[in-house]
């Protein structure tokens, strides 16, 4: 196996073994594997393709959106509007509703806004995303301001047999991590191919990238697609475990506490984004549990982490030790010396 090879598969090999461990955490006793913290890790899963979808634009090319929880928001209220009251509905036909329209969404502001830049394009996309919380905060498509609730978890049954009960925790638990895992995997190949490479280029030089014939708009335009969608299941996931939604996750509170995600974890990096949402969600149950002024603790903790880590948690790595170098003599030729 050449060195690049091995590059390749040292990174997949981590991947296994982190989701290896997701996955048998329901079966470790109690109070460790208790019911509670099967829950609280499925919310932090959730969290983490949310902020994984913003990494993409972000980390990855240099788009900086305050407005990508519309499209999280948008997923979560495809479940709302599509729920029956009186059973389960369809759990493929709200997956799909949840994840296409949250793309279609994406594409339509994305072909308003990809020509903007800079603090124009933050400023453009903060302002759609506005826009789609005061649609549904202000009419009464989905509850309006008071939100709407999902009386039962969406059934994938099919042909009649129930290939998962969501209604577990740990049929739910092992269902978020295959969504978290899909979405890593996406992402990983978009940045091994071409197409992640050019998202590269873009955030580096965007006018090379074109001067050397490259449709940048069309690449960010894909990019910005590709990670409403992926919000979109993040939606989708965080609707069917809490059953209920609200404005509150479509405005920009929320797309800001993504943004932090990235930058607590590493920007540019889906391990500093899986390790920001991590981190996130476990420092604010912790926080909260201390005291009701937990905020004031919490933003001193990310001053102090972007203070002493500015390449945030993934650039926290074990370097191996250097091996003492033998101390020259009298008798050492020069080439020995410094061989």
């Given at each position: 196996?050449?060195?690049?090879?091995?590059?390749?598969?040292?990174p997949?090999?981590a991947?296994l073994?982190?989701?290896?461990?997701l996955?048998?955490?329901?079966?470790?006793?109690?109070?460790?594997?208790?019911?509670f913290?099967?829950?609280?890790?499925?919310?932090?899963?959730i969290?983490?393709?949310?902020?994984?979808?913003?990494?993409?634009l972000v980390?990855i090319?240099?788009?900086?959106?305050?407005?990508h929880a519309?499209?999280f928001?948008?997923?979560?209220?495809?479940?709302?509007?599509?729920?029956?009251?009186?059973?389960?509905?369809?759990?493929?036909?709200?997956?799909?509703?949840?994840v296409?329209g949250?793309?279609l969404l994406a594409?339509l502001?994305?072909?308003?806004v990809?020509?903007t830049?800079?603090i124009?394009?933050?400023m453009?996309?903060?302002?759609?995303?506005?826009?789609?919380?005061?649609?549904f905060?202000d009419?009464?498509?989905?509850?309006?301001?008071d939100?709407a609730?999902?009386?039962?978890?969406p059934?994938?049954s099919?042909?009649?047999?129930?290939a998962?009960?969501?209604?577990?925790?740990?049929?739910?638990h092992?269902f978020?991590?295959?969504?978290?895992a899909l979405?890593?995997?996406?992402?990983?190949?978009?940045?091994r191919s071409r197409?992640?490479?050019?998202l590269?280029?873009?955030?580096?030089?965007?006018?090379?990238?074109?001067a050397?014939g490259?449709?940048?708009?069309?690449?960010?335009?894909?990019?910005f697609?590709?990670?409403?969608?992926?919000?979109?299941?993040?939606?989708f996931?965080?609707a069917a475990?809490y059953?209920?939604?609200?404005p509150?996750?479509?405005?920009?509170?929320?797309?800001g506490?993504?943004?932090?995600?990235?930058?607590?974890?590493g920007?540019?990096s889906l391990g500093?984004?899986?390790?920001?949402a991590?981190?996130f969600?476990?420092?604010?149950?912790?926080?909260?549990a201390?005291?009701?002024?937990?905020?004031l603790?919490?933003g001193g903790?990310?001053?102090?982490?972007?203070a002493l880590?500015?390449q945030g948690?993934?650039?926290?790595?074990?370097r191996?030790?250097?091996?003492?170098?033998?101390?020259?003599?009298?008798?050492?030729?020069p080439?020995?010396?410094?061989?």
């Amino acid at each position: 196996m050449d060195k690049h090879s091995s590059l390749l598969v040292r990174p997949v090999r981590a991947w296994l073994l982190v989701l290896a461990l997701l996955a048998v955490f329901p079966l470790l006793p109690e109070p460790i594997g208790s019911k509670f913290h099967v829950e609280l890790l499925s919310k932090v899963m959730i969290m983490a393709i949310f902020a994984a979808s913003l990494q993409l634009l972000v980390g990855i090319t240099g788009l900086v959106s305050l407005g990508h929880a519309a499209f999280f928001g948008f997923g979560a209220y495809a479940v709302a509007m599509l729920a029956p009251m009186s059973e389960a509905g369809n759990g493929w036909l709200m997956l799909a509703a949840a994840v296409g329209g949250a793309g279609l969404l994406a594409l339509l502001v994305g072909a308003l806004v990809m020509r903007t830049q800079g603090i124009y394009f933050i400023m453009v996309t903060l302002a759609f995303g506005q826009l789609v919380y005061f649609v549904f905060h202000d009419t009464r498509i989905a509850g309006g301001s008071d939100g709407a609730y999902i009386y039962f978890k969406p059934d994938f049954s099919i042909a009649g047999w129930q290939a998962i009960d969501l209604e577990k925790a740990g049929h739910f638990h092992g269902f978020v991590l295959a969504g978290l895992a899909l979405t890593l995997a996406v992402l990983g190949l978009v940045l091994r191919s071409r197409f992640g490479h050019a998202l590269a280029g873009i955030r580096h030089n965007e006018q090379r990238m074109r001067a050397a014939g490259y449709p940048t708009l069309l690449y960010k335009l894909g990019a910005f697609v590709l990670a409403g969608m992926l919000a979109g299941l993040g939606g989708f996931l965080y609707a069917a475990q809490y059953g209920f939604v609200t404005p509150e996750i479509l405005s920009w509170h929320y797309s800001g506490n993504a943004l932090v995600m990235i930058i607590l974890g590493g920007l540019g990096s889906l391990g500093g984004a899986v390790a920001g949402a991590f981190a996130f969600v476990l420092l604010s149950e912790g926080f909260s549990a201390l005291t009701r002024h937990w905020q004031l603790l919490f933003g001193g903790f990310i001053i102090l982490a972007v203070a002493l880590l500015p390449q945030g948690l993934a650039g926290l790595r074990l370097r191996r030790p250097r091996r003492a170098r033998p101390t020259p003599t009298a008798t050492d030729t020069p080439r020995e010396r410094h061989a």
